[in-house]
């Protein structure tokens, strides 16, 4: 498969293209600037673009079997998120690539919360976290009114950090997975293994899932 990556730098755009890399797919990554190219793998073809230019995301999109949006926006930006989501699902609506999109978990409901929301719980976030949370609120209600572009959108579970692979995970839609004592996370890895699997599967078509262990 013909994929490309963009946000290829970012914690876990860099999992996705070594995990795409790891299955024998073609990667093209996709960064911000130019000084971020010699910290890409060698075996991908490196893209300088801005993200919010839609014409630029969709003359590079032509070709693809695959996109794959892991931007995120810099602290004290994380409204640019929606602009940079807005932009590439106009790209693919019009070039007709399937598109899989790096969300947040903001939208999903806690288990136990009488419908609350990560976003809604209250005192579920720290306060720090709650901008970004907003932000992939927004995202995700972006994605959802889309009706032009083939997108998928993947909620990570409530803590998502850098770990090992173990090549497993669960799979939810609406609400948090969580395990027997009530957590949920999963390693960057093994998110990027999901990512990868619904390239490979595309079990989820214009809908949001979510993983955890």
């Known amino acids: ?66 996109a794959i949006s892991a931007v995120r926006p810099p602290d004290g930006q994380e409204k640019i998120l929606i602009d940079l989501t807005q932009s590439v ?21 806690v288990p136990g919360l009488n419908g609350h929301t990560v976003l809604t719980a209250p005192g579920f976030l720290p306060e720090e976290i709650v901008p970004i949370a907003k932000a992939c609120q927004a995202q995700f209600e972006l994605c959802e009114s889309e009706n032009s572009a083939d997108w998928t959108y993947l909620c990570p579970p409530a803590l998502l950090m850098p770990g090992d692979r173990m090549g497993r995970y669960r799979t939810g839609t609406d609400e948090l997975v969580v395990d027997t004592e009530g957590n949920s996370t999963i390693a960057m890895e093994d998110f990027a293994v999901a990512m990868i699997d619904e390239a490979e599967t595309a079990r989820h078509r214009r809908e949001r899932f979510t993983v955890a262990y």
């Open 89 to 109: 699902l106009e790209a693919a609506a019009q070039t007709g690539v399937r598109v899989l999109v790096v969300g947040g978990a903001a939208s999903l409901k």
């Open 1 to 66: 498969m013909n994929i490309i990556v963009f946000g290829a730098r970012g914690d876990v755009g860099k999992r996705i293209v070594l995990e795409a890399l790891a299955r024998n797919h073609s990667v093209t990554a996709v960064v911000r600037n130019k000084a971020q190219i010699d910290a890409l793998p060698p075996s991908v073809t490196p893209q300088v673009a801005d993200v919010l230019d839609t014409d630029q995301v969709a003359k590079l999109m032509i070709g693809f079997d695959l």
